[in-house]
């Protein structure tokens, strides 16, 4: 029997890889409307409530979502390695907090294989699959899935 991704989401064509502790994951880059260093999106929003999880950016109140919190993944640590990924999910403006950006992937199908199982707060809906690229792996995850409560 052939071992397939998530069977709802096809792998995208090129993610953008990001960092939360030691683990790699990829998202959609169709997604991705901007990337920010955390301390400049923190002095560009008006307000930023990271506990009530919303950004005024540019006059647009913006969810954010610290993916720490969101997996379960311990106390967020703020340094100069932490971004902000402002993404667009079906027409809305969402924000992302991550440890870091790793780098911009394209993905061979071939090479995405069925996702870990999912511990902490990461949810199996939220997996698309695991894609090599070189030396190493990064999770897809379905980005659309794990911000479907945020807003």
């Known amino acids: 029997m052939k071992k397939t991704t998530n069977a709802k989401r096809p792998p995208p064509d090129e993610v953008l890889a990001f960092m ?3 683990d790699e994951y990829g998202i959609d880059m169709q997604r991705v409307q901007e990337i920010r260093g ?3 999106f923190a002095q ?6 990271l506990d009530g999880g919303v950004a005024n950016l540019r006059g ?4 954010i979502v ?26 809305r403006t969402m924000g992302v907090v ?7 992937h394209r993905i061979d199908p071939k090479r995405v294989t069925p996702p870990p199982r999912a511990r ?8 698309i699959g695991l894609g090599t690229f070189g030396p190493h792996s990064v999770t897809l995850l379905a980005i659309d899935e794990v911000l479907a409560t945020a807003a």
Not at 98 to 104: H, L, W
Not at 120 to 127: A, V
């Open 20 to 22: 939360l502790g030691s």
């Open 38 to 40: 955390f301390t400049a």
């Open 44 to 49: 560009e929003a008006h307000e930023l409530d």
């Open 60 to 63: 647009i109140r913006v969810p």
């Open 66 to 91: 610290d993916m720490r919190k969101r997996f379960s993944l311990g106390s967020p640590v703020f340094d100069e390695s932490t971004s902000v990924i402002v993404l667009n999910i079906d027409g």
């Open 98 to 104: 991550v440890d870091g950006i790793s780098d911009v």
């Open 120 to 127: 902490g707060g990461l949810k199996n809906d939220y997996l």
